[in-house]
């Protein structure tokens, strides 16, 4: 079974901006035309614009992400290096 952390799968996170909206952290503006904050679709269809706020802050969470996978590649990395060394002791006293 595949060990999924259900902290990484956010709904609450703005499609936009990066925002987490639970924690009115999404600087949105809602759409003239449907009424909705951080639907990407109102960007492509509804003729919204991105504000400089919205590309800072999309920026901001998009550099946090990249720690965040940096941060799980080195702990994997560890966890193979472990894996490997106990597997090869595993190995030598068999
Ligand atoms: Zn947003
Ligand atoms: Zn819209």
Same mark, same amino acid.
């Given at each position: 079974?595949? *060990?999924?952390?259900?902290?990484?799968?956010?709904?609450?996170? &703005?499609?936009?901006?990066? @925002? *987490?909206? +639970?924690?009115?952290?999404?600087?949105? +503006?809602? &759409?003239?035309? &449907? @009424? +909705?904050?951080? =639907?990407?679709?109102?960007?492509? +269809?509804? @003729?919204?614009? !991105?504000?400089? !706020?919205?590309?800072?802050? !999309?920026?901001? =969470?998009?550099?946090?992400?990249? *720690?965040?996978?940096?941060?799980?590649?080195?702990?994997?990395?560890?966890?193979?290096?472990?894996? !490997?060394?106990?597997?090869?002791?595993? *190995?030598?006293?068999?």
């Amino acid at each position: 079974m595949y *060990d999924y952390d259900p902290a990484f799968d956010q709904p609450c996170i &703005c499609d936009v901006c990066g @925002g *987490d909206v +639970e924690a009115d952290a999404c600087v949105c +503006e809602p &759409c003239p035309v &449907c @009424g +909705e904050a951080g =639907n990407p679709h109102c960007y492509s +269809e509804h @003729g919204m614009v !991105l504000t400089s !706020l919205q590309k800072e802050t !999309l920026a901001k =969470n998009e550099k946090v992400w990249a *720690d965040v996978r940096e941060q799980e590649r080195a702990m994997c990395a560890d966890w193979i290096d472990d894996k !490997l060394r106990t597997d090869k002791l595993l *190995d030598s006293g068999r």
